[in-house]
């Protein structure tokens, strides 16, 4: 056993940590032990454990779980890098939450680690052209976590929601890597456009409780918005943004600003 434990340690850190964890919580929560067993445990890969998550939340009376369950594990099998976007996504949750102090609890508790994984299996339906099926996904994923992702918007790896209630992304957004954001963040258009409305979102990133960016603007790599801002216009790198409509008003503080978390800003 301490053999097998040593080589997913070796081959898959991130679902060995989930594991041991796991095992853990059994021994200090036992009324737990059904839920840490069929999400956990029961399951021999990460990707086996994320589709069982993913589609028990998502089904209805509707969408069954197991078809749910299936149209998942098409996903991860077609698309490696689905799977390996939601590690780098836990990653940063534990790293960037102060109240995350494990991985388990993303898996099992935090809805908008959950609602970005979903968004990932209903992007990749989009691109299949199963566009029907990617619109169940995201309205399931709104009714369920409070949040609205649309399954055409491009999304990076390394994403942080925190708390997660009423983020709006639209169509044709676009989110860099490592971008955290906390919530009722909308990244929206301006009115009834067509075409190509929505942000683009450099990597690095921090979007602050609140804050609206409107239309098709640029986001500069590494920049920070405030809370409570409206963004209507570009913001260039490594510059934090804040007021209605936004305005510069500082460096961004420090070179990472979507991994720092740090929301406090000069007026």
Known sequence: MAETKSVIQQI????????????????????????????????????????????????????SEQLLREICDEAYKADPSIALAARADIT??????????????????????????????????WTQGRKDMAYFFQMRSSEVFGIDIHPAAKIGQGIMIDHAHSIVIGETAVVGDNVSMLHSVTLGGTGKEEEDRHPKIGDGVLIGAGAKVLGNIKVGECSRIAAGSVVLSEVPPCKTVAGVPARIVGDAGCAQPAISMDQTHLD
């Open 12 to 63: 898959d850190p991130v679902w060995a940590q989930i594991l041991q964890e796991g095992n853990a919580a059994l021994k200090t929560e036992p009324l737990l032990g059904g839920l840490v067993h069929s999400s956990i445990l029961h399951h021999k890969t990460f990707e086996q454990a994320l589709s069982y998550r993913v589609s028990l939340k998502l089904a209805s009376a509707e969408m």
């Open 92 to 125: 940063a949750v534990y790293d960037r939450d102060p109240a995350c102090h494990r991985y388990l609890q993303p898996m099992l508790f935090f809805k908008g680690f959950q609602a970005v994984q979903s968004y990932r299996v209903a992007h990749w339906l």
